[in-house]
């Protein structure tokens, strides 16, 4: 597999929006579930969101729940993450990447509410940059 490129990331103030996107250059993404996951230094790497097919089983992190929305265009092979009310501590590098588990037991896992490893994940693109400030 190859890897996987993000793109949106930006400076934006404390309530304005963002939206990043995901594509797979040589990957057909539609086969795939693919996670949302950021990190900023000194940190572990958390998982945000993860979407699976386009039904209602995607996973969002409690920090993140009810503001941002994960969706997936697969006629442009490319993954979205819509952040609105966005705020300083969403400040962070965000990366997307390829869940190596069965999309159906990542769809399970996902109503199940259970935290995103990044064990699971592979083909890490190279992150695109969120910074939240007044």
């Known amino acids: 597999q190859g890897q996987l490129v993000e793109s949106g990331g930006g400076l934006v103030q404390p309530g304005e929006s963002l939206r990043l996107s995901c594509t797979g250059p040589?990957?057909?993404?539609?086969?795939?579930?693919v996670g949302w996951f950021r990190q900023v230094p000194g940190k572990e790497r958390e998982g945000v969101s993860c979407v699976v097919g386009d039904d209602d089983s995607a996973y969002y992190s409690d920090s993140v729940k009810g503001r941002f929305t994960v969706s997936r265009d697969n006629s442009k092979n490319t993954v979205y993450l819509q952040m609105n009310s966005l705020k300083p501590e969403d400040t962070a590098v965000y990366y997307c990447a390829i869940d190596r588990l069965p999309m159906g037991l990542r769809r399970a896992k996902n109503r199940l509410g259970e935290d995103l490893s990044t064990e699971d994940f592979n083909s890490w693109g190279q992150g695109t940059q969120v910074t939240v400030s007044s």
């Open positions: 040589g990957i057909l993404l539609e086969h795939y579930a």
